[in-house]
């Protein structure tokens, strides 16, 4: 049943106090966390290859769980390895096929009765199962996907109940590191028997100018008492502060009662906000809807949800306009897991990524190749990134196969529907995507259907796919049915397909670009690999992809593409392409016979070898976080009013005296001349929308200073200098933060060092970490896609100069953690971070 409430728009004082507390999470107010207090064991395939037998009675709520390992969530089974040469790079060599159990008693009061209690979950890998107190409550098997169970039937008020989950990767194929368990938060959700659905709230803003905001919210009420009931609905808006707090009203809405039949009920409402903040990328202000139920004068339920006021338009001619201005849209792909913490969620890892991109210039993600975590799009709400939703990286045929192939018929619309209801409230999210280089691309029918599905749920939105054979796609006329063209990599027939009437008023752009590869710090001369390593100067990608100023000359050759998502923003466990032996690289190459069967050769050759490389290569910023020098490329040119300038590679070369060491410089000014030991090497200048990086190709090495100085319309612009360093002499540390507060973390960057505090490169000593007071260890990394060593071990090897400790705060305590490092030879390092 469907209502409409005209509902009056009460403008408030600017310096009204709010009204609200801090909310838990978006959604219905009665939320908690369910993270704590886990049990769990791993059966069927162990990590050392082995294989354990899952006992029939794991879901009975009488099983016998003691031995049990005890957790808390988010967890990520297979990401404490060990890593083993046998298993397969793509996957990062990590053993995460296994059958997982995991168990939590909990008590709920008898003073809820009448509630209605669900559990959700924000994602669980994979093949999910959920029974509580032996009673089967229902599945759901893409481990991408968030979903709710209700336990209402099954609850026992005023005892011990036993929540089960089985999680089966086994059943599940990837080509990246997948992760393995609940690998994402928890909750547990607690309602009246009236309530706001789950993502029960739809809100769009259709009309908008600097002097008001028309905002249309769809309420969908869930009444599950049986019978008719009267309720009035409430919602108030306010500006949104840090996180999850509330700054002033800006509306409120009239109460009116409604009827409501039994089931689920579709309400209309519509509000007003004057002189409205707008979101944008510089300045992402957003609000938040206060939805309140009441039934017989009683709370039956409060709903929190998410929304920004912007307008969006993507054009074939004149790009993406945000707002009415145009927005060259530079983007990252990233897949979701966070280095050396795996696939486990946490706010703070992934704030630090973005943080980073930030940094560089970047302003869009993609979701590559699945749903996000919700937090990702929180961030992106607040700190102005605009976000590719992704679905699928499989229809109805897989790439691999256990795959979504398998799950597509039964569940391809119900994962569609969760991700557009979950995310569409987000002002971050601009585009829906179907799929990426699935195998069905150029099927008219299934890209129709999936794109209408997603139409159907919110028409607000374009939706897109990725496609690795656009002129099949485009030929087939399935591009015809997406409102939005994605191509990979392939651009060679733009110009016809821009002629062709079918596709000249399709807007494009570049869905994954450049596929960039190199190792951080590493520099080869007469190659670009050498010990699985692949050379920093920027110039190696696999042969469907292209430098990054190649792209930059492509995207300046289409001015009217909308930009670009390049591949990959960080580092990646798993696929470490090029000495990764991943057959799907074979799909790019589906249309050119002689290409693949040169990449079927190497891929046979790599499978002899047996590479031990565990994450891939394609990153700009590597997979401890650490910028490569392609972060001061993207930043040069996406950041062009910002000074900057980077040199490229080190100067610690004395093998290579009076030979030649070739000199890289990046920078955002236009100009630049090169000084070794104060001696001019020469000025060049750039070449507009050819030049994306100065080179000097002949320079003779001498130990001393390299310096570079560019300029802008001839003017002085920005200085880097380069030094031969003398040899390591001690560890220092420098945390991202100075307190811990809550369950962040503290990601803590070790530097070798000369004595004169310069970083000493191709340095690679083994290095052990302490940390005493409140604090505890959870995992140490170094960039390094070889390296062998676990993530929860105390000793780390530094690679070229670098490592990092990450650090978290002991379960209520407080006060001053001390992380210390140590190395042979080496002056310890230290540093603190306060627990309050």
């Known amino acids: 049943m469907r209502f409409f409430l005209s509902l009056l728009a009460v403008i408030l004082c600017c310096n009204s106090a709010p009204a609200q507390s801090p909310f838990t999470r978006l959604g219905n107010a009665g939320t908690a966390s369910f993270d704590e207090g886990w049990l769990f064991k791993r059966y069927g395939l162990q990590p050392d290859g082995s294989r354990l037998e899952e006992p029939s009675q794991a879901a009975s709520a009488t099983f016998n769980d003691q031995d049990w390992q005890r957790l808390s969530l ?147 009420v869930a009444n599950e008492t049986g019978k008719p009931v009267t309720a009035v609905l409430q919602t108030d808006v306010y500006e949104a502060g840090t996180g999850n707090t509330f700054k002033k009203k800006v509306a409120t809405v009239e109460n009116k009662p409604v009827d409501l039949a039994a089931g689920n009920n579709n309400i209309d409402v519509a509000v007003t906000i004057r002189n409205p903040r707008i979101w944008r990328i510089e300045t992402p202000s957003r609000y938040f809807a206060v939805t309140t139920v009441l039934v017989n004068g009683r709370k039956a339920d409060t709903y929190y949800s998410t929304f920004g006021i912007r307008t969006l338009e993507f054009t074939a001619r004149n790009g993406f306009l945000l707002n009415g201005k145009r927005v060259a849209i530079q983007g990252v792909c990233n897949h979701h897991d966070l280095g050396a913490l795996g696939a486990a969620m946490n706010t703070s890892a992934l704030k630090r990524q973005l943080a980073l991109l930030k940094e560089m210039g970047a302003n869009a993600i993609r979701t590559s190749h699945n749903p996000p975590a919700p937090e990702l799009l929180a961030l992106a709400d607040e700190m102005g990134f605009l976000v590719w939703d992704e679905a699928f990286d499989a229809w109805k045929h897989g790439k691999k196969k256990n795959d979504y192939n398998k799950l597509y018929d039964e569940w391809h619309e119900k994962d569609l529907v969760a991700l557009v209801h979950r995310d569409r409230n987000h002002p971050s999210v601009v585009i829906w995507s179907i799929g990426n280089e699935v195998m069905d691309q150029r099927d008219v029918a299934m890209t129709k259907e999936l794109a209408g599905i997603m139409r159907r749920e919110d028409p607000t939105r374009p939706v897109s796919n990725g496609y690795n054979d656009p002129d099949g796609g485009r030929s087939s006329g399935a591009v015809q049915g997406l409102d939005l063209m994605g191509v990979n990599y392939f651009f060679g027939q733009q110009p016809k397909w821009d002629a062709d009437p079918r596709y000249a008023n399709m807007p494009t752009m570049g869905s994954e670009t450049s596929s960039c590869v190199s190792s951080r710090g590493e520099y080869f001369f007469g190659t670009n690999r050498r010990n699985w390593q692949i050379s920093s100067y920027d110039l190696d990608h696999p042969g469907w992809g292209c430098k990054p100023d190649e792209q930059f000359r492509t995207n300046a050759k289409f001015p009217h593409l909308l930009g670009e998502f390049v591949w990959t923003g960080f580092d990646y466990l798993g696929e470490p392409t090029p000495y990764g032996s991943d057959e799907t690289n074979l799909l790019n190459f589906r249309n050119d016979p002689s290409k693949r069967a040169e990449l079927e050769k190497a891929l046979d050759e790599l499978q002899k070898n047996k590479p031990p490389s565990r994450s891939s290569y394609f990153g700009i910023i590597d997979l401890a976080g650490f910028p490569k020098d392609r972060f001061y490329l993207y930043q040069s040119h996406w950041r062009p009013d910002h000074p900057m300038a980077h040199i490229l590679p080190h100067w610690n070369w004395q093998e290579r005296i009076d030979s030649i060491v070739p000199v ?135 690679y070229n100069g670098m490592a990092l400790v990450i650090v978290k705060a002991k379960k209520g305590a407080k006060g001053l953690v001390r992380i210390k490092a140590e190395a042979d030879g080496l002056t310890m390092g230290l540093t603190t971070v306060s627990v309050d």
């Open 664 to 798: 890289h410089v990046y920078t955002s000014g236009d100009e630049a001349e090169l000084f070794l030991n104060g001696k001019s090497l020469g000025r060049k200048k750039k070449q507009a929308g050819k030049d994306f990086r100065l080179v000097w190709d002949a320079v003779q090495y001498q130990p001393g200073e390299l310096k570079v100085v560019a300029y802008k319309n001839g003017k002085y612009w920005a200085t880097d200098v380069v030094k031969t360093t003398g040899d390591a002499a001690k560890l220092s540390l420098n945390s991202n933060v100075t307190k811990i507060i809550g369950d962040e973390l503290a990601f803590i960057t070790v530097r070798v060092e000369d004595q004169n505090n310069r970083m000493v490169p191709r340095s690679h000593p083994k290095i052990r970490f302490r940390v005493e007071g409140p604090g505890e260890l959870v995992a140490t990394d170094n960039g390094d896609a070889t390296s062998f060593e676990s993530f929860q071990s105390p000793e780390k090897s530094a």
């Open 74 to 220: 988010p967890h990520d089974w297979a990401i404490t390895g060990p890593f083993r040469i046998d298993l397969a790079g793509e996957t990062g060599k990590l053993p995460w096929k296994g059958i997982g159990w995991y168990r939590k008693h909990f008590n709920i009061p008898a003073a809820d009765a009448g509630k209605m209690i669900f559990v959700d979950f924000d994602g669980a890998m994979a093949y999910a199962e959920i029974w509580l107190n032996g009673q089967y409550v229902g599945t759901w098997p893409y481990g991408y996907t968030s979903f709710r169970m209700d336990l209402t039937p099954y609850i026992r008020l005023g005892k011990e109940n036993v929540l089960a989950v089985k999680l089966n990767t086994e059943k599940w194929d990837s080509r990246w590191y997948p992760g393995a368990g609940i690998y994402r938060h928890v909750w547990l959700v607690k309602t009246g028997k009236v309530q706001v659905a789950h993502w029960g709230t739809y809100i769009t803003t259709p009309k908008v100018t600097t002097q008001a905001a028309a905002v249309k919210m769809a309420v969908t």
